[in-house]
């Protein structure tokens, strides 16, 4: 595709559900990176990947959260448990490379865990 | 870890003047700068990025400056037209894509 594509656009849950959401990064780039935005904040960074590999997943909040990319081209994030302050737009981005190429961001799965 | 500091949250300016966003950073060994403009509802968008083995960036209507002893950097935006206003964001990294960002400007360009 010609960008990086998150599905669903909008998920509402109810509180203590699993939930999952998807990634379709931009064909040929190894980095995806996920982030998570409130509302009236900047992205908050989540988990970096480089190929199928976790390369940095110190932002991840807790142990509710994992991602995975099996393929190193789509990821999909995974909450347990959802829990109200999990609600966010939560942001997928890839570049080419780890390092000196642009990132490019996905609309975002808006979040509402109820 | 780093710490991204951004001003003002809004800024408000006339057509056509220019406006001026900044940001302070803590961590000395960060040294990749990209601002990112956001549209209501729409993904964020790099607009503009700086390293730090430069002091000033320009592309059009745009530029960047970075302060490497201060650590600050800004954007400028001259001649501002109302498709301008959006939500910018400043971010920091050490030179990859896990990006620090700032909390935002929202800055409207009235008419």
């Known amino acids: 595709g010609a960008g990086v594509s998150q599905t669903p656009s909008n998920k509402v849950t109810e509180k203590g559900k699993y939930v999952e959401l998807r990634c379709d990064p931009i064909s040929g780039h190894t980095a995806l990176y996920w982030y998570r935005q409130s509302l009236g904040q900047g992205p908050e960074f989540l988990i970096y990947?480089?190929?199928?590999?976790?390369?940095?997943d110190s932002g991840l909040p807790n142990d509710r959260f994992f991602a995975v990319r099996p393929e190193g081209s789509v990821s999909t994030l995974k909450i347990q448990r959802t829990e109200r302050g999990d609600s966010a737009v939560y942001l997928c981005?890839?570049?080419?490379?780890?390092?000196?190429?642009?990132?490019?961001f996905g609309q975002g799965t808006r979040l509402t865990v109820v | 870890g780093e710490n991204v500091e951004q001003h003002p949250s809004t800024l408000s300016v006339q057509e056509g003047d220019s406006a001026v966003i900044k940001c302070t950073y803590s961590?000395?060994?960060?040294?990749?700068f990209p601002w990112y403009k956001q549209e209501l509802g729409k993904r964020p968008q790099l607009i503009i990025d700086i390293r730090s083995n430069v002091g000033e960036k320009k592309d059009q209507r745009i530029a960047v400056t970075l302060n490497k002893t201060a650590k600050h950097f800004s954007l400028h935006i001259t001649e501002t037209q109302p498709e301008d206003s959006a939500v910018y964001f400043c971010?920091?990294?050490?030179?990859?894509?896990?990006?620090?960002f700032g909390a935002g400007t929202i800055l409207r360009v009235k008419s």
């Open positions: 990947f480089q190929g199928t590999g976790a390369a940095d």
């Open positions: 981005a890839s570049s080419f490379t780890s390092q000196g190429t642009e990132a490019f």
């Open positions: 971010a920091a990294s050490k030179g990859g894509n896990k990006l620090v």
């Open positions: 961590d000395s060994a960060s040294n990749y």
